[in-house]
């Protein structure tokens, strides 16, 4: 059961890694924080989120 969960959280691990990779290219290339939720269909919130990691 823990190998199931384990791998779950690594999946969705990857997904956000992903995500904010995506955003940072996005955000580098001059992108609003609107077009870029737009464009990877994520929530304005989590692309607020995530920019200001950076």
Known sequence: MKVKTSIKVVEK?????AQFESLK???DDGLTQKEVSESLGISIRTVKRYWNKQ
């Open 13 to 17: 691990n990857k997904k956000r890694l």
């Open 25 to 27: 290219k996005f955000k």
